[in-house]
């Protein structure tokens, strides 16, 4: 299987700040990694996928990069509905695995 | 708009068998996309069960698929999963979702549906 590594897993920042996560992959696996945002109580929300293509509907402060083995979500402005576990997912082969998730919590 | 729903038992006793539905609207389930299943325990991190097109085509996670049937039902738009000889391990919340297959993304999700498993 492929493990999916994220850094760090939890964070503090305040409103407005710049934050990334980090999302390692043990083997490459192009650009097959979707990123998710998961509020307390709720589903996963998409927020990213191949990468770096932006889900309809979700905010242009959010952004992904990275081929191969090392990804990044970049939050440009940290707002307070941003306040959520993020979860990284690769696509590349069975079976799809998921990042242990990173929690984002308010300074 | 499309949204899943899921429905089954909230609690199962341990050696039986799972079953879960999700009703689709908005969309015709024989109509494209894949369509799957992914759990999470409670407090931990997402576990990807099984991804299928109607036409039959299935994507397995090993480590479950000997315990798991997955069936179609497009004249109800829904589609079911059952897991047998569930542990305690099997507790967890069970979402059923829609899934683009071009980049494998997971683009819509039900709310989820708590699953206990104890005697």
């Known amino acids: 299987d492929i493990q999916m590594t994220q850094s760090p897993s939890s964070l503090s920042a305040s409103v407005g700040d710049r934050v990334s996560i980090t999302c390692r992959a043990s083997?490459?696996?192009?650009?097959?990694l979707n990123w998710y945002q998961q509020r307390p109580g709720k589903a996963p929300k998409l927020l990213i996928y191949a990468a770096s293509s932006l889900e309809s509907g979700v905010p242009s402060r959010f952004s992904g990069s990275g081929s191969g083995t090392d990804f990044t979500l970049t939050i440009s402005s940290l707002q307070p509905e941003d306040f959520a576990t993020y979860y990284c997912q690769q696509s590349y082969g069975t079976p799809w695995t998921f990042g242990q998730g990173t929690k984002v919590e308010i300074k | 708009q499309v949204q899943l729903q899921e429905s089954g038992p909230g609690l199962v006793k341990p050696s039986e068998t799972l079953s879960l539905t999700c009703t689709v609207s908005g969309y015709s389930i024989s109509s494209g996309y894949y369509w799957g299943w992914i759990r999470q325990p409670p407090g931990q991190g997402l576990e990807w069960i099984e991804t299928f097109h109607h036409s039959g085509t299935t994507y397995h996670n090993p480590s479950l698929r000997s315990r798991v049937t997955t069936s179609v039902d497009t004249s109800k738009n829904q589609f079911s999963l059952k897991l047998s000889s569930v542990t305690a391990a099997d507790t967890a919340i069970y979402y059923c979702a829609r899934v683009v297959f071009t980049s494998k993304q997971i683009d819509y999700w039900g709310q989820g549906t708590l699953v206990t498993v104890s005697s």
């Open positions: 083997q490459s696996i192009s650009k097959y």
